[in-house]
C-alpha cells in the first residue's frame, strides 16, 4: 500500500486542536480500562486463535465420554466460523483455509452426529478433496483421527514414552524440546504408546473422506526427502519403533509409562490446565483417563472445571475455548500503558501492581534443568503457570515495576521482586546474547527433523522482541551499556536486523512488531538514534505507513517477504508503528506520526476502545525451529511446507492488544510531540 502524502505545514490553531483531541482520547481509554479492570485487580482479554481449539475439545470430548453441557454451542460456534468455500482457516481474513483446521472442524462435527450430507459438511468436504484429501493433513490431525478410530495408529509417527529416560547429553532430552512441545510430547507419548481409540459410532464415521475406501489410502508420512538425510534416517527409525512395538517386546515400557504418568501429574497447573495452553491439556486428560483416571478422579475433574472457569468465553451467543489465557501480561501491558500517559497510581492500579506481585513465580520449573543455581523469580504468561514463567512477562513486569514512584518501588515486597526478576532474567541469557521466551539456548537443530516436528515450533531460540524488551527493562533498572550481559544482548540485536532496515518478529506479526520492540530498547540503553542503521528501521516504518494513516501488517508476512508491513491497519500495529518512530526522538517523521494519532482518534469507538478482527499476535510462525528464514531460497519455502495460510503455524488476536498498545503509542507521542 502506498505511503500517504501528508501536508507538512501544520498551524498552531491545529496543533492546539490536534492536542486537545489527542487528551480525549488518551482520557477515554483510560477510563475504559478502569471501567474494564477486574474486582481483584487485574486485566484481561479473550485470547482467539484458530477453530481447531473448539473442534479438538469436541474430540477429547468424545475420547474421554465427556457430556459437557456445552456441547451444542461449540457445534454451533464452528458451523458460523465455516468461510463461505467451505474452509475454516488459521488467522482471520487469510488467503485461503487451512487443510489442517477443515479437517478437525469436520471430523468434531461428525463426532457430534451431523451427517455426512449436511450442506456445511459438503462443502466442506468438496473444499478438502480439492486440497489434497486426508494425505495432506499434518501429523497432530492425523494423531486427532487416530484418537477418534479414523487412522491408524501405526501410520503415525511413534513417539516412545522412554524418552523421558533419556539423559541430558543426549540431543532428544526431553528438556531439549520447547516447553510447550515438552509439556505435549509426553501424554502423546502414553497415547501413542497403548494406540488409544475410541471409534466413533457407526453412523457418525468418516468413510466419505476416503473416496477411495480405507485400504486405498496413502497413510504414509512425506516421503518425498533426499535419500541421505537426517529426516529420511528418522522415518526409517520410526518404521522401526513400530514394528518394536508390534512385537510386544518393549520390557521398560510400562516403568516408562509410569514416570510419564508422575511428571505430568506433578506438571497440572494449580487452575488443573497443563503448560498454560490447550495441546498438552487435553492430551494430558485423554492420556490419564486412558491410565485408568477416572472422570471424578480429582485430577481429572480438576482439569474439566478449568474449562468452564476461565478458558471459555461467549461471543455472539456462544461458546468459544482459548489457546492460552493472557491476565499477567494483559495486566502489566495496561499498566504501562498507564504509565506511558503520565498516570499516577491510583487505588485501582496498586491493586493491579499488587495482583502481579502475588502472581510471581518463585517455584523451581523445568527452567531450572539447565539454569540449575538460579534464584527462582519473574512471571508467567497465565495466573496459574508456575512451571513455565517467561521472560518476555518478567520484562514487563520489570519495566512497570521500575516506573512506580519512589513510595511505592522502595517497598521491600517490590524491591524484592525486582531483584529476583533481574536476577533470574540474567541468568536466563541465551550464549549467543539473546534471550528466548521460556529456556536458555533452547535451539538443537536436530530436533526439528524427526517427524513429530511437522507443526508449530519445536525450539526456543532467543528471538530480538524477547530481547529487546529485556534489554529496556535492564535500562530501566539502571543497567547501562557496560554490563557485559547487555552489551552481548546489544549484539545480538545488531546482528538480527534485517536488509530492508526491520527487524523479525517472533511474538507479534511482524516485522512492524519486531522493530517496535527494538528501537525503543534502544532508545532505553542511550544509544545514538541518528545512527544510520536506527533511521533506516525508522524509514522502513514510515514507508510502510498505509494512505489511511494506519499501519497493519498481515501474518501472511510470515511466509511472503514482500508482505512485510503490510495489510489492513489495526490498533494495534499503528500503535507499535508510533511507539518505533518515537523512540528515535526524531521530529522528522512528526507528520506520519500526527497521521498515525488521526488514524486511533478517528476509529477509536464511543466507550474508549478500538475494533480489531485481525489476529496481530504470534503462537507459532510455523518454521518449525521459531527463528527468522530466508525465503530467497526457494528450498527453504519447500522446507517448511506452509504456504500463506500457516497450516503449522498458530496466529493469535490477543483482544486487548487493540486496548493498551494504541494508548501506550498516544501517551509517548504525546510526549515526543511535546518536545
Same mark, same amino acid.
Given at each position: 500500500?502506498?505511503?500517504?502524502?501528508?501536508?507538512?505545514?501544520?498551524?498552531?490553531?491545529?496543533?492546539?486542536?490536534?492536542?486537545?483531541?489527542? !487528551?480525549?482520547?488518551?482520557?477515554?481509554?483510560?477510563?475504559?480500562?478502569?471501567?474494564?479492570?477486574?474486582?481483584?485487580?487485574?486485566?484481561?482479554?479473550?485470547?482467539?486463535?484458530?477453530?481447531?481449539?473448539?473442534?479438538?475439545?469436541?474430540?477429547?470430548?468424545?475420547?474421554?465420554?465427556?457430556?459437557?453441557?456445552?456441547?451444542?454451542?461449540?457445534?454451533?460456534?464452528?458451523?458460523?466460523?465455516?468461510?463461505?468455500?467451505?474452509?475454516?482457516?488459521?488467522?482471520?481474513?487469510?488467503?485461503?483455509?487451512? &487443510?489442517?483446521?477443515?479437517?478437525?472442524?469436520?471430523?468434531?462435527?461428525?463426532?457430534?452426529?451431523? *451427517?455426512?450430507?449436511?450442506?456445511?459438511?459438503?462443502?466442506?468436504?468438496?473444499?478438502?478433496?480439492?486440497?489434497?484429501?486426508?494425505?495432506?493433513?499434518?501429523?497432530?490431525?492425523?494423531?486427532?483421527?487416530?484418537? &477418534?478410530?479414523?487412522?491408524?495408529?501405526?501410520?503415525?509417527?511413534?513417539?516412545?514414552?522412554?524418552?523421558?529416560?533419556?539423559?541430558?547429553?543426549?540431543?532428544?532430552?526431553?528438556?531439549?524440546?520447547?516447553?510447550?512441545?515438552?509439556?505435549?510430547?509426553?501424554?502423546?507419548?502414553?497415547?501413542?504408546?497403548?494406540?488409544?481409540?475410541?471409534?466413533?459410532?457407526?453412523?457418525?464415521?468418516?468413510?466419505?473422506?476416503?473416496?477411495?475406501?480405507?485400504?486405498?489410502?496413502?497413510?504414509?508420512?512425506?516421503?518425498?526427502?533426499?535419500?541421505?538425510?537426517?529426516?529420511?534416517?528418522?522415518?526409517?527409525?520410526?518404521?522401526?519403533?513400530?514394528?518394536?512395538?508390534?512385537?510386544?517386546?518393549?520390557?521398560?515400557?510400562?516403568?516408562?509409562?509410569?514416570?510419564?504418568?508422575?511428571?505430568?501429574?506433578?506438571?497440572?497447573?494449580?487452575?488443573?490446565?497443563?503448560?498454560?495452553?490447550? *495441546?498438552?491439556?487435553?492430551?494430558?486428560?485423554?492420556?490419564?483417563?486412558?491410565?485408568?483416571?477416572?472422570?471424578?478422579?480429582?485430577?481429572?475433574?480438576?482439569?474439566?472445571?478449568?474449562?468452564?472457569?476461565?478458558?471459555?468465553?461467549?461471543? !455472539?451467543?456462544?461458546?468459544?475455548?482459548?489457546?492460552?489465557?493472557?491476565?499477567?501480561?494483559?495486566?502489566?501491558?495496561?499498566?504501562? #500503558?498507564?504509565?506511558?500517559?503520565?498516570?499516577?497510581?491510583?487505588?485501582?492500579?496498586?491493586?493491579?501492581?499488587?495482583?502481579?506481585?502475588?502472581?510471581?513465580?518463585?517455584?523451581?520449573?523445568?527452567?531450572?534443568?539447565?539454569?540449575?543455581?538460579?534464584?527462582?523469580?519473574?512471571?508467567?504468561?497465565?495466573?496459574?503457570?508456575?512451571?513455565?514463567?517467561?521472560?518476555?512477562?518478567?520484562?514487563? #513486569?520489570?519495566?512497570?515495576?521500575?516506573?512506580?514512584?519512589?513510595?511505592?518501588?522502595?517497598?521491600?515486597?517490590?524491591?524484592?521482586?525486582?531483584?529476583?526478576?533481574?536476577?533470574? &532474567?540474567?541468568?536466563?541469557?541465551?550464549?549467543?546474547?539473546?534471550?528466548?521466551?521460556?529456556?536458555? !539456548?533452547?535451539?538443537?537443530?536436530?530436533?526439528?527433523?524427526?517427524?513429530?516436528?511437522?507443526?508449530?515450533?519445536?525450539?526456543?531460540?532467543?528471538?530480538?522482541?524477547?530481547?529487546?524488551?529485556?534489554?529496556?527493562?535492564?535500562?530501566?533498572?539502571?543497567?547501562?551499556?557496560?554490563?557485559?550481559?547487555?552489551?552481548?544482548?546489544?549484539?545480538?540485536?545488531?546482528?538480527?536486523?534485517?536488509?530492508?532496515?526491520?527487524?523479525?518478529?517472533?511474538?507479534?506479526?511482524?516485522?512492524?512488531?519486531?522493530?517496535?520492540?527494538?528501537?525503543?530498547?534502544?532508545?532505553?540503553?542511550?544509544?545514538? @538514534?541518528?545512527?544510520?542503521?536506527?533511521?533506516?528501521?525508522?524509514?522502513?516504518?514510515?514507508?510502510?505507513?498505509?494512505?489511511?494513516?494506519?499501519?497493519?501488517?498481515?501474518?501472511?508476512?510470515?511466509?511472503?517477504?514482500?508482505?512485510?508491513?503490510?495489510? *489492513?491497519?489495526?490498533?494495534?500495529?499503528?500503535?507499535?508503528?508510533?511507539?518505533?518512530?518515537?523512540?528515535?526522538?526524531?521530529?522528522?517523521?512528526?507528520?506520519?506520526?500526527?497521521?498515525?494519532?488521526?488514524?486511533?482518534?478517528?476509529?477509536?469507538?464511543?466507550?474508549?476502545?478500538?475494533?480489531?478482527?485481525?489476529?496481530?499476535?504470534?503462537?507459532?510462525?510455523?518454521?518449525?525451529?521459531?527463528?527468522?528464514?530466508?525465503?530467497?531460497?526457494?528450498?527453504?519455502?519447500?522446507?517448511?511446507?506452509?504456504?500463506?495460510?500457516?497450516?503449522?503455524?498458530?496466529?493469535?488476536?490477543?483482544? @486487548?492488544?487493540?486496548?493498551?498498545?494504541?494508548? @501506550?503509542?498516544?501517551?509517548?507521542?504525546?510526549?515526543?510531540?511535546?518536545?
Amino acid at each position: 500500500m502506498p505511503t500517504r502524502q501528508l501536508n507538512m505545514a501544520v498551524t498552531a490553531k491545529e496543533a492546539s486542536t490536534d492536542r486537545s483531541r489527542l !487528551d480525549e482520547a488518551i482520557d477515554r481509554a483510560i477510563d475504559w480500562l478502569d471501567r474494564e479492570q477486574t474486582e481483584d485487580g487485574y486485566w484481561v482479554g479473550m485470547l482467539e486463535s484458530s477453530y481447531s481449539m473448539e473442534a479438538e475439545w469436541l474430540l477429547a470430548m468424545h475420547v474421554l465420554g465427556y457430556d459437557h453441557p456445552r456441547k451444542s454451542s461449540l457445534v454451533q460456534t464452528l458451523l458460523n466460523a465455516q468461510r463461505d468455500d467451505g474452509a475454516w482457516e488459521s488467522y482471520y481474513d487469510a488467503a485461503q483455509g487451512d &487443510i489442517n483446521s477443515t479437517v478437525e472442524c469436520y471430523a468434531a462435527l461428525r463426532s457430534q452426529g451431523l *451427517p455426512a450430507d449436511a450442506e456445511p459438511l459438503v462443502r466442506a468436504r468438496r473444499w478438502i478433496f480439492a486440497h489434497g484429501g486426508l494425505s495432506r493433513v499434518r501429523v497432530f490431525t492425523r494423531y486427532w483421527l487416530a484418537l &477418534i478410530g479414523e487412522w491408524p495408529w501405526q501410520h503415525t509417527p511413534n513417539v516412545p514414552p522412554e524418552v523421558i529416560a533419556n539423559p541430558k547429553w543426549f540431543p532428544f532430552n526431553l528438556y531439549n524440546f520447547a516447553s510447550w512441545a515438552r509439556a505435549t510430547l509426553l501424554p502423546l507419548t502414553i497415547l501413542s504408546a497403548r494406540r488409544t481409540a475410541k471409534p466413533l459410532p457407526p453412523e457418525c464415521r468418516l468413510d466419505e473422506l476416503f473416496p477411495n475406501g480405507r485400504d486405498g489410502m496413502d497413510y504414509r508420512l512425506p516421503h518425498d526427502v533426499p535419500f541421505f538425510s537426517l529426516k529420511r534416517l528418522f522415518l526409517a527409525t520410526d518404521r522401526m519403533l513400530h514394528w518394536y512395538q508390534s512385537i510386544g517386546f518393549t520390557p521398560f515400557r510400562e516403568t516408562a509409562i509410569k514416570a510419564c504418568i508422575e511428571w505430568i501429574v506433578r506438571h497440572q497447573d494449580a487452575d488443573g490446565a497443563w503448560g498454560g495452553i490447550q *495441546p498438552p491439556w487435553v492430551y494430558s486428560l485423554m492420556a490419564l483417563h486412558g491410565e485408568g483416571y477416572d472422570l471424578s478422579h480429582p485430577v481429572m475433574a480438576r482439569g474439566l472445571a478449568a474449562l468452564d472457569e476461565h478458558w471459555s468465553y461467549e461471543r !455472539d451467543g456462544t461458546l468459544h475455548i482459548q489457546a492460552s489465557e493472557s491476565p499477567v501480561w494483559d495486566t502489566l501491558l495496561s499498566l504501562l #500503558a498507564m504509565q506511558d500517559c503520565g498516570r499516577e497510581p491510583t487505588p485501582a492500579m496498586e491493586r493491579a501492581v499488587d495482583w502481579c506481585l502475588g502472581n510471581e513465580v518463585r517455584y523451581r520449573g523445568d527452567w531450572a534443568q539447565k539454569v540449575p543455581n538460579a534464584e527462582p523469580g519473574g512471571w508467567a504468561f497465565e495466573r496459574a503457570n508456575l512451571h513455565y514463567p517467561d521472560i518476555d512477562d518478567t520484562a514487563v #513486569a520489570l519495566i512497570v515495576l521500575a516506573n512506580l514512584p519512589e513510595r511505592l518501588r522502595e517497598q521491600p515486597r517490590v524491591r524484592g521482586a525486582i531483584e529476583r526478576g533481574a536476577s533470574w &532474567i540474567l541468568a536466563m541469557q541465551s550464549s549467543n546474547g539473546g534471550w528466548a521466551a521460556f529456556d536458555r !539456548d533452547n535451539d538443537k537443530l536436530i530436533i526439528t527433523t524427526i517427524p513429530f516436528c511437522d507443526f508449530g515450533e519445536a525450539l526456543d531460540p532467543p528471538s530480538a522482541d524477547v530481547t529487546a524488551h529485556v534489554l529496556e527493562a535492564l535500562a530501566a533498572l539502571g543497567y547501562d551499556r557496560k554490563h557485559p550481559a547487555v552489551e552481548r544482548g546489544y549484539r545480538f540485536l545488531r546482528s538480527e536486523q534485517e536488509a530492508d532496515g526491520s527487524w523479525f518478529g517472533r511474538w507479534g506479526v511482524n516485522h512492524i512488531y519486531g522493530t517496535a520492540a527494538v528501537l525503543p530498547a534502544l532508545a532505553a540503553l542511550g544509544e545514538d @538514534m541518528s545512527q544510520d542503521y536506527v533511521q533506516r528501521a525508522a524509514d522502513w516504518i514510515a514507508a510502510h505507513q498505509n494512505e489511511d494513516g494506519g499501519w497493519g501488517e498481515t501474518c501472511a508476512s510470515y511466509m511472503d517477504d514482500s508482505l512485510r508491513g503490510r495489510g *489492513p491497519s489495526t490498533a494495534s500495529q499503528t500503535g507499535w508503528a508510533l511507539m518505533a518512530l518515537t523512540a528515535t526522538g526524531d521530529h522528522r517523521r512528526d507528520e506520519a506520526v500526527r497521521a498515525g494519532l488521526e488514524y486511533l482518534v478517528e476509529t477509536q469507538r464511543g466507550d474508549g476502545t478500538w475494533d480489531e478482527p485481525y489476529h496481530t499476535g504470534t503462537g507459532f510462525p510455523g518454521y518449525g525451529f521459531g527463528a527468522r528464514l530466508d525465503f530467497k531460497d526457494a528450498s527453504t519455502r519447500e522446507r517448511v511446507a506452509q504456504g500463506t495460510e500457516l497450516q503449522r503455524g498458530f496466529m493469535l488476536n490477543y483482544n @486487548m492488544y487493540r486496548h493498551y498498545f494504541p494508548l @501506550m503509542a498516544m501517551g509517548r507521542a504525546r510526549r515526543h510531540l511535546d518536545r
